[in-house]
């Protein structure tokens, strides 16, 4: 197999910024080697050049800087129709705007043409690998894991689970959501790099006799995820009570079902007391913090400060469509105005490690993607300092890693992409894409 080699600014991390001012590995001048797939070598120019098989070509892109490819860890790809549609709050929105727009999903038409174009974004923005919500429909799934598996992407996704509490028209019951659930996992998971997540919507959407087939299924499939949502608003946790009797906390009803556990990711995690987030902690369940969606549904304020105390382990989500944007750099930005307003500094290094390197270790999926280190997969993200005329003006002028990142992540977004690797394979390139839309604008006009 032939090298593909990368001569750009170059950042990964060895652990978390916030426990080791060592943790961001940096080289201004950096190479990164590709080979079948996986990372042959990434360092500094100096030292990695040697390794350089005799005429591999060097993309030249020392204007740049590449970093692993972003990880979403929470997103509905049925939703991509009904970003920024109004409601005063989750409960409302839910029923006002995905159900009806889940509906469609009937279509298999409509599943695979939307999962073409909600992959297009993803990799537009950077994101290589996400935990993906399908809808109740088997076929939704199908339709999203082809989609994936085309384009040689590590995604995880699963079908809902519904069962009560929904329109009809988006029910399963317990035994039909098991039988579809288990004949997914044994399609996809670890086809490729497609893996299966279990997907309880949350608990209000689920009778407890479909949280016990979740609890079986969870116990036969010990590797795969499994995603749901917990404490997102007030309203919900106050529902979920009086729905579930007897539990002590939202958090408690999926613990008793066996659905928490490394790879169980619940979205949002607002209203929990440390006595849950340590439970999280113990049983290396990861928390989803989706800032742009809490903020548009005012669903409240994720506590960093007491997730850093507690030791529950965090990765970085858009929630689309509940969130307001595919783009990891502007969920960086709102985390970080949602981590001010809990008096605690969320620093633009430590950010881009809980989208990457920190996401796949909480995930378990840092032997994969997520670090660049030797033998891993190759995904990765080509990111341009001089992407817009202020981005230009603003990174010309700073004087650390820090106010670089920090400048990406308050100012950027998908124009920040330059292009997009998964597997080593240039999966978008950002000016390639642009010339085409302007050309096919031209023939319509
Ligand atoms: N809780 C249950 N379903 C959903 C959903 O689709 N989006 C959000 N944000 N919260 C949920
Ligand atoms: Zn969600």
Known sequence: MTQSAYRAQLLRFNGDPAQSPHAAVFDEDGLLIV??????????????????????????????????????????????????????GLLPWLETYTFPTERSFADPAVAADTARFFVDELLACGTTTALVYCTVHKHSADAFFSESEARNLRMVAGKVLMDRNCPEFLRDTAQSGYDDSAELIGRWHNRGRQMYALTPRFAPTSTEAQLEACSVLAKQHQDIFIQSHVAENLAEVEWVASLFPGHRSY???????????????????????????????????????????????????????????????????????????????????????????????LSATRMFWLATAGAAQALDLADKVGTLAV????????????????????????????????????????????ATYAAGKCVHQRDRERAHAARTAKIAA
């Open 35 to 88: 080979e079948d797939g996986h990372v042959v070598a990434a360092g500094a120019w100096d030292t990695v050049s040697t390794q350089l098989a005799p005429g591999t070509q060097v993309h030249e892109m020392r204007d740049k800087l590449i970093v692993p490819g972003f990880i979403d860890s929470h997103i509905h790809y049925p939703q991509t129709d009904m970003i920024a549609s109004p409601a005063p």
């Open 251 to 345: 958090l408690d009803i999926y613990d008793h079902y066996g659905l928490l556990r490394p790879r169980a990711v619940y979205g949002h995690c607002v209203h929990l007391d440390d006595e849950d987030r340590r439970r999280m902690a113990q049983t290396r369940t990861v928390a989803a913090h989706c800032p742009t969606s809490n903020l548009f549904l005012g669903s409240g304020l994720f506590d960093f400060d007491r997730a850093g105390e507690t030791g529950q382990p965090v990765a970085l989500a858009t929630d689309v469509g509940g969130g307001t944007s595919f783009s990891m750099l502007q969920t960086m930005n709102e985390a970080h105005k949602v981590a001010r307003l809990t008096g605690h500094h």
């Open 375 to 418: 033998q891993s997969e190759a995904d990765f993200i080509v990111l341009d300092p001089a992407a817009t005329p202020l981005l230009a003006r603003r990174t010309s002028r700073v004087e650390s890693l820090e106010e670089l990142l920090f400048a990406f992540a308050l100012l950027g977004d998908d124009r920040a992409v330059y």
